[in-house]
């Protein structure tokens, strides 16, 4: 059926006439890819949300989610604003600038992406220093990014703060934070040195492309970030009370409510996986008592569902947290979906490269990757035998 244009009349156009049929059918698909794209973009939450109903059903109970589990996701959500508050206030830019000057500037943005993941998370410093680094001129800088990949992975193992696992699994058994940086500094320093050794063999930048383009202005909202992020490692080290936080989260409420545009979807994902545990603790009944067993079973879980989700299932049932926090941060290496820090770098370059450099590029993540994944296997029999 064939209708004429009246008033504003329909969206598309066909041979001269606005046909209904064809106005419905692009609906429909536009709807269709919107839907796949979110799938495909958010899929560990559908699967951690299917599987929390599943067992849920199957076990005719409702999972049970503790109050220092609320405190954990609290903390996630005020680390996550506090950090995009920095980041859109232009001051995590503004110190990135001073790393891009001088010589060995590839030692630089791979040390500065540990130190900078142990503070900010090892997700938003490969945000910063990623871009930064494809808009120097370098040469390989396929290996550069590799490296900050591994570089962040291994930066945000040593805080509790430095990604969500760890947070998770510090609040979660109760951990003092000497015990948490002494049993994990071992790892964390020895990719450190890995990455830095392998970062003097790559070539020194020319000169930046582009520079009198950015804009490194700090807005006075930095401030405000600042000392959320402060009152965030605060809490963590149980210094101040977790709501002390709500104060601050309601200022970004009533001031600057764009901040709080975060990763809702890993906050739900994360909550998901929390009643998945519990329920998958109660269906297994025994715990896993041999923390090899741990160790292995959470670094390979890792590489099939990543290591945030793993870190929440396992503790679920296991009161061996040294082992699992070996296993998650070990975990993060190998595959591209092992850690969402491998997504975020391997994304970025992507986008930015050449069509016939991605499939090298992505043999060479996997390799260097699972390179890594076998010396912190290494390592940690090593220290446990």
Known sequence: MRIRRHGDGWKLFYGGYYDIRYYYTGVVVSLQ?????????EWLLA???VGLLATSVFMKRVPVISVSEVQVLFLLWMLFVSVKGLENSGLISGLSRFIERGRFVPLKLVAATFFLSMIVTNDIALVVIVPLTLSLRIDRKDLLVIMEALAANAGSAFMPFGNPQ???IYWNYHITPIEFVTQIAPFSLFFLAVVLGL???LKPVDRCENDNTRNYAVTPAASLYAVMLLVVVLAVFRVVPVITGALLLAAVFAFDR???HVDYALLFTFLCFIGLADNIGIMLASRLKHSGHVFLLSALSSQMMSNVPAAVLFAGFTTRWRALLWGVSVGGFG????S???V?????YVGYADRREIAGFSVKFVCAGYVMFFLGIGLYLFLNT
Do not use: C, G, V
């Open 335 to 338: 595959n591209i979906i092992a």
């Open 199 to 201: 970062s003097l063999l």
């Open 340 to 342: 969402f820090a491998n």
């Open 166 to 168: 760890n947070l998770f």
């Open 47 to 49: 699967a951690s949300a």
């Open 258 to 260: 764009k901040t709080l």
């Open 344 to 348: 975020i770098a391997y994304k970025m």
């Open 33 to 41: 890819r919107k839907f796949l794209y979110y799938f495909l973009k």
